[in-house]
């Protein structure tokens, strides 16, 4: 006897309910072992890990704030993966799209330029992100040459560029020589709910992004394209749509988002532009964007379960006393069981008799 | 399932009452930006925090966030130790300057000190220290020792702390040999031992018998010991990676600035400042000079002494840039603590260019 | 010999890039993404320096690097290939867990060292000027990467069983339908490919620089994954490509040492300027003969009944 895969003919509802909480029971249980291991209270860590981050107005917000670019990002993401186009560099699209962006806030700095700032700001953060995605797409669709590797390496570029600005060119006078731009002034910098809140307007914008891009995909001609394109590139030849086409389109949407989210964050969450502005956001976007199954709402559940293991985890090491590495570990197995159950909503176990012709079968 | 929601209430109720127990101690947190195995910057602020526990023992609580980014993260991650009740927060790194100037506004009561920063505040202090004092004694010594007169520097970032350790460094050893080079290489990271590694053996390969730097990593000390070349350590105390190459190291010593700053903070003394700590308040160090003559180790030990005392300054007026050309001298005998501060020049015979210049 | 020198430095940069990509190869010749490398390796790098500081022993250490890579990619096999879940994002998760399992074993470990991988030493051959010492005096790991690479192109090429491995990449489907055990070949490949991982690891705190230090792998996983997509698939171009970015990566130092003045950061992004452009080059005339990919790359089998 011996179990196996198999693909389920319709998708059960219910299986798709039941297979996140499957998955977060299988998390409680684990985590409350691996505090235990580790000497800690399992059930005060688990508060501390998944409630209390959910019962505080600040962390919500700030689940929020974390969440914003990881959604823009991810997005994105999403339409180029389901349309084949793999796109693994949207951590440097987000920070030429944050430079480009910042440059106007740079340059107007001091002149007392007028409310048109912000605007422009997040205009050229996207063209800019977009222009540097079509970079790898380019590549792809005039020489053959894999976007998997040019996206990655110009990522790498894009650390530099940053670097390399607000070292020399764009450093502020007034900074002692440290590398980083000047502040940015009031009309380059995202407004916020309130005075004392980092929750600023860029996650209203992310909720459009999502809403818009269900709509594209849903309801579109263009929508139906990508999913063509993705799921049967052969028969959207016939139907006479043009995958290389695609490709830039997918890549430049995803380019423009990330350089979005880019240029939000440094105004919102940073307000100057510095080496090190993203935490790893175009990686992370790449869990949120196959763990919300490349769907816009998935997206957005994903990122904000995403963003609450990141502050529940450093609510563990402050409360807990734990190192980083242990939050690490709880992480990356949380998302092992996630990922794991998604299984169940396209598959189901069933047990097969084991003989000689069905070993071959596995 | 609306159950299953109030017994989780419930519960969370009652583990919230649990927790929130009387708390007398002082609670003190420290925001550091690398992870505590680093074995460099972050790893002696953690000795620090360590000391800390170890003198104060049960009056007071410490925790702390590694590898925390400088960017959109700093803010929370300073702010979730606010809201966790901490009352004196360290914050170990240039790049959280900004964050931690934001929250020391919004929480007025609670005490904040930032390294290496010059943001001050009624309730935000500032600290650092004058490694580049370490670095004029490392010159001297490079001059007295080389056969090729020809020092090799692994340079991380051109930020002014890192540009006057060169200066400091190169004034040290033309105070020597006026004629003495030096090649810097910039590996653009604090924190990568293959490629520390691999910028010493190019130093070595070029020339350089003497191997300083301005990274975190033991790396290239373990280089020079294999390759028979001196070296001087960073950070901590390196002898035990390099027992034949380490000439003399420096230390990073912050454990009496932070026992300094918990005891007022427990007396409720606590005021804002700024202390830019050198070889006389013991936060610079100069690990035991070793593997050099005896009359390269006396004077060392007199350089020491002297700019301990304060009968020398590194940056004694004049101080000539790259074209020759004194430097205005704005501290009266020797250049001002802000002009050392935000150094982006190089002195007269240093033949490379200050990067983004 | 300045160039005998450089050489040297290339080659110890490039052996822990070139181990690491050789099993991701084989991996995604079986049709198995694995974006996990920079964890399978940075567990390799931690077990390793363990395993050779309790042990005393280089080859032990290598072992425990290799071990370690191998049980982090088990996890990944048992993910993607007995529960069918997203490579991509599995791959991913696997990092975060590698990094954090990494930090974890090392912890008792920093600020200990050992002694070095020893180098090898023929007398009077390896003295022989110029390319004795590149040739004949290496640490023991330079040999089994070149051997290891050589070993997959005979193996992919020259064996049957290659040929089918070659088989499951390519149409995990057809595969199936002629009798292949795809998912056990799979897993075999996966296991490979963390093994090798755990090895390229292991050579950094075991060779390279004889430390342990958290996060000491720097990004290496992710040059090695972009490897094997710059050498299409093809072992010999990995070895090319492994050994130019090491040379660009090297010879950028010693123009910095050399004065040259241009911004370091330029200098830092040669060698990924340098891998963009010779993919560009290499596509281009290759022309439109179609994605080298292994056709079946990324997908998840479950066998239809």
Not at chain 1, 17 to 27: H, I, M, N, Q, R
Not at chain 1, 128 to 154: D, H, N, Q, T, W
Not at chain 1, 231 to 247: M, N, S, T, Y
Request: some cysteine; glycine content about 12%.
């Amino acid at each position: 006897m011996r179990l196996v895969l198999e693909r389920r003919n319709e998708q059960s509802v219910a299986v798709a309910v039941l297979s996140p909480l499957l998955a977060v029971v299988l998390t409680l249980v684990t985590g409350a072992v691996l505090f235990a291991v580790l000497g800690k209270p399992p059930l005060e860590a688990l508060r501390i890990y998944f409630l209390d981050p959910l019962t505080e107005p600040w962390a919500l917000q700030e689940m929020a704030v974390k969440a914003t670019p990881l959604v823009f990002i991810a997005v994105g993401l999403s339409l180029c993966y389901l349309a084949n186009a793999w796109n693994i560099g949207a951590e440097g699209q987000f920070l030429i799209g944050a430079v480009a962006g910042g440059g106007i806030a740079v340059a107007t700095h001091g002149t007392g330029a007028g409310p048109w700032v912000l605007p422009a700001m997040l205009l050229v953060g996207a063209a800019a992100g977009a222009l540097y995605a079509l970079i790898p797409a380019f590549c792809k669709v005039r020489f053959g040459a894999s976007e998997i590797l040019v996206s990655l390496m110009l990522v790498y570029v894009a650390e530099l560029v940053l670097d390399y600005l607000v070292r020399g060119p764009w450093r502020d006078p007034k900074g002692y020589n440290f590398p980083t731009t000047a502040p940015f002034d009031p009309v380059a910098v995202m407004p916020t709910f309130s005075e004392a809140s980092r929750l600023h307007f860029g996650s209203v914008l992310a909720l459009l992004v999502v809403i818009g891009a269900a709509v594209v995909l849903r309801s579109t001609l263009k929508g139906f394209e990508i999913r063509l394109v993705g799921a049967a590139p052969k028969a959207a030849r016939f139907a006479g749509f043009d995958d290389k086409a695609l490709v830039l389109v997918t890549f430049a949407i995803s380019g423009a988002l990330a350089g979005f989210a880019g240029v939000v964050e440094v105004s919102a969450t940073v307000g100057h532009l510095q080496p090190g502005i993203s935490p790893g956001y175009g990686f992370t976007a790449i869990i949120v964007a196959f763990l919300g199954r490349l769907n816009p709402v998935g997206i957005l559940i994903a990122a904000l379960f995403l963003a609450l293991t990141f502050i529940g985890g450093e609510g563990a090491q402050i409360s807990l006393k734990v190192p980083l590495d242990v939050t690490k570990v709880f992480q990356g197995i949380l998302l092992f069981y996630v990922l794991a159950c998604d299984t169940l909503i396209l598959y189901r176990f069933r047990v097969m008799p084991a003989h000689p012709k069905a070993a071959h079968a596995a | 399932m609306r159950r299953l929601f109030v017994a989780a209430a419930v519960l969370a109720l009652a583990l919230g009452a649990g927790a929130a127990q009387a708390q007398n101690k002082l609670k003190i947190g420290f925001v550091y930006v690398g992870p505590i195995g680093d074995y460099g910057w972050t790893y002696q602020h953690e000795v620090g925090r360590r000391a800390l526990m170890e003198q104060f023992k049960d009056k007071i609580e410490t925790s702390y966030l590694e590898n925390v980014n400088e960017g959109p993260d700093a803010e929370r991650s300073i702010e979730a130790l606010v809201r966790a009740g901490h009352k004196l927060i360290f914050t170990t790194s240039f790049g959280f300057m900004d964050a931690t100037a934001k929250v020391a506004k919004k929480y007025p009561n609670v005490w904040f000190e930032h390294a290496t920063g010059y943001k001050r505040d009624k309730n935000l202090a500032t600290y650092s220290g004058r490694f580049y004092e370490g670095r004029y004694i490392l010159g001297q010594i490079a001059a007295r020792m080389s056969k090729t007169n020809t020092i090799g520097y692994i340079a991380s970032f051109p930020i002014p702390e890192v540009v006057s350790g060169i200066n400091a460094m190169m004034l040290g050893a033309q105070s020597i040999k006026p004629d003495m080079k030096i090649k810097i290489i910039w590996v653009n990271t604090w924190y990568d031992p293959g490629k520390e590694a691999d910028a010493a053996k190019a130093l070595a390969d070029q020339g350089a018998d003497i191997i300083a730097q301005h990274t975190d990593s033991p790396a290239a000390m373990q280089m020079a010991e294999q390759r028979g070349i001196k070296a001087f350590g960073q950070d901590s105390d390196m002898i035990k990676f390099g027992p034949k190459a380490q000439l003399t190291a420096i230390i990073n010593n912050w454990t009496p600035y932070y026992v300094e700053r918990v005891k007022l903070a427990l007396d409720n003394k606590w005021t804002t400042g700024d202390v830019w700590g050198g070889l006389k308040s013991g936060l610079v160090q100069m690990a035991p000079y070793t593997n050099m003559p005896d009359d390269v180790k006396t004077m060392a030990q007199q350089t020491e002494a002297a700019i301990r005392d304060g009968k020398m300054h590194v940056f004694k007026c004049p101080v000539s840039g790259q074209d020759g050309k004194a430097v205005e001298c704005k501290g009266g005998t020797h250049l001002s603590d802000e002009q050392i501060l935000g150094m982006n020049f190089f002195i007269k015979g240093i033949d490379d260019k200050v990067p983004g210049k | 010999m300045l160039l005998e020198a450089v050489l040297l430095t290339v080659i110890t940069a490039s052996t822990p890039l070139l181990l690491a990509a050789s099993g991701e190869l084989v991996a995604e010749r079986a049709g198995v993404l694995n974006l996990g490398v920079e964890g399978m390796m940075i567990v390799g790098a931690a077990c390793g320096f363990a395993g050779a500081f309790l042990s005393g022993s280089i080859l032990l250490g290598a072992l425990c690097g290799i071990l370690g890579g191998a049980a982090l990619a088990a996890v990944f096999a048992l993910l993607t290939l007995g529960l069918a879940a997203n490579q991509v994002a599995s791959g991913l998760a696997l990092t975060i867990l590698g990094v954090g399992v990494s930090g974890l074993i090392g912890a008792g470990f920093v600020g200990q060292k050992i002694a070095g991988a020893p180098h090898l030493y023929i007398p009077f051959v390896t003295d022989i000027p110029f390319m004795g010492r590149v040739i004949f005096g290496q640490d023991g790991f330079v040999y089994v990467s070149i051997t290891l690479i050589a070993g997959i192109w005979w193996f992919l090429y020259r064996t049957r069983a290659g040929l089918v491995l070659r088989a499951v990449g390519d149409n995990h489907a057809s595969a199936h339908a002629l009798g292949y055990p795809v998912l056990r070949i799979r897993a075999l490949a996966v296991l490979f490919g963390g093994a090798c991982a755990g090895l390229g690891g292991a050579y950094l705190p075991l060779a390279y620089t004889p430390f342990w230090v958290s996060g000491m792998t720097a990004g290496r996983g992710w040059i090695a994954l972009a490897l094997v997509v710059f050498a299409s698939w093809l072992p010999g171009r990995l070895a090319l490509g492994a050994y130019l970015f090491g040379a660009v990566t090297i010879l950028q130092l010693h123009a910095q040492g050399a004065g040259l003045g241009v911004p370091s950061q330029l200098m830092t992004a040669l060698p990924y300027l340098a891998t963009i452009v010779v993919l560009v080059a290499i596509s281009w005339a290759r022309g439109r003969a179609g994605s080298p990919a292994p056709a079946s790359l990324g997908l998840a089998f479950v066998p239809d009944r």
